[in-house]
């Protein structure tokens, strides 16, 4: 393939180019329009200019996951560029309006989210016209055109014209100081390239020469806390435990068949203090399920991989697929509750949390996931009397840390986190439930019947 780039400008964009490597800065490079060979052929010169090691190449037709989902696992680490042929706009184009005008503010969303998490987004829209294609036909690579047809690509062209009041609200509704379009029209092969070419010298030098500074949000606490109603009494007897116990988990395997064969997904995330009860919960949660159809992750400290993506990435790629159940042993609230008081995030790393967690949770929940939350909660007397308790026996003092003992001292300061935490994103498709836990037996038969209550609701 000759490359129709000049090598001055080729050698300028490849500068460039390890300028934001050096930087770490990662970049994603989207490119929309009717697509087909000619498109086809446009992007293949882009890609080509470029260090292959250092670029990631996609094409989001291929997805078989949720858009903001694909995107966000797609996107190349920081120091490297992505380049999307075809993104999140191709699929928001063809939904109904009611969707297409909630989708254009999930993308407008989801850039804000990577312009404040280092990744700066180029978008470029290839506004073709069937008569300035056939004019300028003899101009793009020879054996393109067998079939007599503009390569291809009419079909597709004259869809796109038909969608023209859409493309524009589109390019209107999305058009931000976060990712501003750049379009540009599609005639003679060699100046459609050129001119990308000078939008992305132009790009990348503003990129180095203006870094983005993150924005810090309003911390807004509007929604209800369910811990404002904990009673710490709720007891349940053992042969009460017993008998309730069976029956939800014979109740809960049978929603489990009943999920595997839908198109729905089940995220279950329990957070809570130290020596709650976490692992005794889940575990009656899972002596329900076929080992198939489940998968717990723990969330340890980020490996380097994971930081060298945005914060969410790590989780995103865990996400459950329709018919499957996924179980996080602690989660993304981290960012809201441990890392700003431990300082591993800024002050306005923190702030953001709660708005891009909604947008996360949001568009999974619209997709196909359902959430259900836990917050497991037992009181500060409660929790000395366990860990002395733990100190004391041979077969559970492994359990307890002196990071333990170090966060328990900082109780008052992680009670106002977490109840903050908990108004910003108790939202109504992803619900925080407040367990009571000093009775371990009342909490576990809680948290059975809130996931077989919201199951059958959700499945029926």
Request: proline share 4%; hydrophobic share 35%.
């Amino acid at each position: 393939m000759d490359l129709l780039i000049s090598k001055d400008k080729a050698s300028t964009l490849t500068q460039l180019e390890h300028q934001l490597s050096d930087r770490k800065m990662a970049t994603v490079i989207l490119i929309e329009g009717a697509g087909g060979m000619v498109m086809s052929h446009i992007v293949n010169q882009i890609v080509a200019v470029f260090e292959p090691r250092n670029i990631k190449y996609h094409s989001i037709s291929t997805a078989k996951i949720p858009w903001i989902q694909y995107c966000l696992l797609n996107i190349a680490p920081k120091g490297q560029i992505s380049i999307f042929d075809k993104g999140w706009y191709s699929g928001i184009l063809s939904l109904d309006d009611d969707d297409f005008r909630t989708h254009l503010l999930l993308a407008n969303e989801f850039e804000r989210y990577l312009y404040n998490n280092g990744v700066n987004v180029i978008k470029i829209f290839l506004d073709m016209d069937e008569d300035e294609l056939k004019k300028n036909k003899k101009s793009y690579p020879v054996g393109i055109d067998e079939t007599g047809d503009i390569f291809n690509d009419v079909d597709k062209i004259k869809d796109y014209s038909v969608k023209k009041d859409r493309i524009k609200r589109i390019m209107d509704k999305t058009s931000t100081k976060y990712s501003a379009w750049n379009v540009v029209k599609v005639g003679d092969f060699k100046k459609t390239v050129r001119s990308i070419a000078d939008i992305l010298e132009e790009s990348f030098t503003d990129l180095i020469q203006r870094p983005r500074e993150p924005e810090a949000f309003e911390i807004l606490e509007v929604f209800p806390n369910p811990r404002d109603y904990v009673d710490f009494s709720k007891t349940i007897t053992k042969e009460e435990y017993n008998k309730k116990l069976d029956k939800l988990q014979n109740k809960l395997s049978e929603l489990q068949v009943k999920l595997a064969n839908s198109d729905k997904a089940l995220c279950i995330v329990f957070e809570g203090w130290d020596a709650a009860g976490k692992g005794g919960c889940i575990k009656r949660v899972t002596q329900a399920l076929n080992p198939r159809g489940y998968k717990i992750f723990p969330t340890p400290a980020p490996t380097a991989e994971e930081k060298s993506h945005t914060h969410l990435w790590r989780f995103a790629k865990n996400m459950p697929g329709p018919g499957q159940i996924a179980l996080f042993d602690r989660s993304w609230y981290g960012r809201m509750m441990v890392e700003p008081i431990e300082g591993f995030c800024t002050k306005e790393d923190y702030s953001r949390a709660a708005g891009e967690i909604n947008l996360f949770e949001g568009a999974l929940a619209k997709d196909h996931v359902i959430f259900i939350k836990f917050w497991i909660d037992i009181t500060k007397e409660e929790q000395l009397k366990r860990f002395n308790a733990r100190a004391a026996d041979p077969m559970k003092s492994w359990k307890l840390t002196d990071e333990d003992w170090r966060n328990r001292e900082k109780w008052d300061v992680y009670e106002k986190y977490v109840n903050s935490m908990i108004e910003q994103t108790n939202t109504e498709y992803a619900p925080w439930v407040d367990v009571e836990c000093i009775d371990k037996r009342y909490g576990r038969i809680k948290i059975l019947e809130t996931i077989v209550d919201t199951l059958k609701k959700e499945l029926d």
